[in-house]
């Protein structure tokens, strides 16, 4: 049974490497793009400052605040229109990677283009066609599984390989 199912294992280990580094990509750009926009805040408060400050010398105090506050949301409104302009073009899709003959012990033929669910349940339906497994099983091992997993934190430790929360 072990041998039958290896090649669903190796699937998942792959699929959960190009997760966390997809998730960890994600998070670092997320961060860099906080610390962008935080630092871009700044510079533009003290631009509002300085220029209020500057207005106040020639105008008086509620005209200046008219025009920076008039400024500001007309600069608004313009970052608004071409983000509104972005969503609707749309971004071009995002291609996934697929996997070819031979990177996947039992799947025979070349995937390429095919969605990574749709490879998962794939490898599984010829896996479980060639075992004669039959779902009803699978769906008890998934059962137990969780239960186990829910239960035992050293088991969800040893399974996962990271640390299990309480």
């Known amino acids: 049974m072990g041998a039958v199912l290896s ?3 190796e699937l998942f280990a792959v699929e959960k490497a190009r997760l966390w580094r997809g998730l960890s990509r994600s998070i670092i750009g997320a961060a860099i793009a906080l610390l962008a926009v935080v630092a871009a805040l700044e510079g533009l408060m003290v631009i509002l400052i300085g220029s209020y400050a500057s207005l106040i010398l020639t105008r008086e ?3 200046a605040g ?3 506050g008039g400024g500001l949301i007309l600069l608004a409104l313009l970052v608004l229109g071409i983000t ?4 609707r073009r749309g971004g071009g899709r995002i291609p996934e990677p697929s996997f070819g003959a031979g990177q996947v012990h039992g799947l025979h033929e ?3 283009g095919v ?7 794939a490898a599984a339906s010829e896996i479980m066609g060639r075992a004669n ?3 009803r099983d699978v769906a008890l091992v998934a059962l137990v599984a969780g239960m186990a997993l829910g239960v035992s934190p050293g088991l969800r430790r040893r399974l996962l390989g990271g640390k299990a929360e309480r």
């Open 7 to 9: 090649p669903l294992i």
């Open 61 to 63: 105090p509620w005209e």
């Open 66 to 68: 008219l025009i920076i």
């Open 84 to 87: 509104a302009a972005v969503l």
């Open 110 to 112: 070349s995937r390429a």
């Open 115 to 121: 969605s990574s669910p749709s490879l998962v349940q």
């Open 133 to 135: 497994i039959k779902v």
